[in-house]
Structures are given as structure tokens and as C-alpha cells.
């Protein structure tokens, strides 16, 4: 049985807690053994209005920053789910989900107490501008 499904019903709040303006933020962390790409954080950004996902992979000896779509952002996450990260963290004033995969690479999402009591500062700025 493939984790997609799962990661799909994921994306889906992400995708939901942007729309709601809760989104703080959201990491791909827990690698298998030691691997060069250590974790991805993905944030919010506007860049000239136009809302995007800045998507910043950081390795061991660096870090490398991309803009996508939300749409384009899942397609670019997705095949780093099992290869190498396990887990991924969304984190919105709500509530913290985590989607993880267990060893027999089967994928749940947990539901948590929310870490941050305030949304990211862009989606806030988004809600002012009406975006």
C-alpha cells in the first residue's frame, strides 16, 4: 500500500490552512540514516504580490532556496517523502499536524496542540491585502 494517498489527504490541509490564514509553517525532517539533504522548510512569501512557497533545502554544507505554486510545491515535496524524510510537520494556529511514516513505510497523520499562536507574518499581510 503506497503513502501517497495519505500524503495527498496532508496536502490538503496544508492547502486548507493557507486558504484559513492559519498556516505558520511546514518542515520535512526525521531522515533515514545520514544523509546530505537534512531537512526543507517551506514558508510563505508574496513576491511582487504573488503568492508563493519559498522552499528552502537545507543540506549539510549549505542551503538552497526555491519559489513554487502551492500546486508546484506539492509535486516537488512528494518524491522527497520515503527519500529521505519520514516525517512532515505542518504547523498552523490551530492545531500541528505531522504526517509520518512508519517502517513499513505506511503513512498517518497525528494531530497535536498548536506550537505557534500566530499565523505566518505573510499570510497575515495576505489577509490585510485581501490576496
Given at each position: 500500500m503506497?503513502?501517497?494517498?495519505?500524503?495527498?489527504?496532508f496536502?490538503?490541509?496544508?492547502?486548507?490552512?493557507?486558504?484559513?490564514?492559519?498556516?505558520?509553517?511546514l518542515t520535512l525532517?526525521?531522515?533515514?540514516g545520514?544523509?546530505?539533504?537534512?531537512?526543507?522548510?517551506?514558508?510563505?512569501v508574496?513576491?511582487e504580490?504573488?503568492?508563493?512557497?519559498?522552499?528552502i533545502?537545507?543540506?549539510?554544507?549549505?542551503?538552497?532556496?526555491?519559489?513554487?505554486?502551492?500546486d508546484?510545491?506539492?509535486?516537488?515535496?512528494?518524491?522527497?517523502?520515503?527519500?529521505?524524510?519520514?516525517t512532515?510537520?505542518?504547523?498552523?494556529?490551530?492545531?500541528?499536524?505531522?504526517?509520518k511514516l512508519?517502517?513499513?513505510?505506511?503513512?498517518?497523520i497525528?494531530?497535536q496542540?498548536p506550537?505557534?499562536?500566530?499565523?505566518?507574518?505573510?499570510?497575515?499581510?495576505m489577509?490585510e491585502?485581501?490576496?
Amino acid at each position: 500500500m503506497s503513502f501517497q494517498p495519505v500524503f495527498t489527504q496532508f496536502w490538503e490541509h496544508v492547502k486548507e490552512s493557507i486558504q484559513n490564514g492559519t498556516f505558520a509553517k511546514l518542515t520535512l525532517a526525521k531522515t533515514i540514516g545520514d544523509t546530505e539533504l537534512k531537512n526543507i522548510y517551506v514558508r510563505p512569501v508574496l513576491l511582487e504580490d504573488d503568492f508563493k512557497l519559498s522552499l528552502i533545502a537545507r543540506y549539510k554544507t549549505e542551503e538552497v532556496e526555491s519559489f513554487h505554486t502551492l500546486d508546484e510545491a506539492f509535486f516537488v515535496l512528494a518524491p522527497y517523502m520515503n527519500n529521505p524524510f519520514l516525517t512532515a510537520l505542518l504547523f498552523t494556529t490551530e492545531n500541528d499536524l505531522t504526517f509520518k511514516l512508519n517502517k513499513k513505510r505506511v503513512g498517518s497523520i497525528i494531530e497535536q496542540a498548536p506550537t505557534f499562536k500566530n499565523a505566518s507574518d505573510v499570510i497575515i499581510e495576505m489577509k490585510e491585502k485581501g490576496i
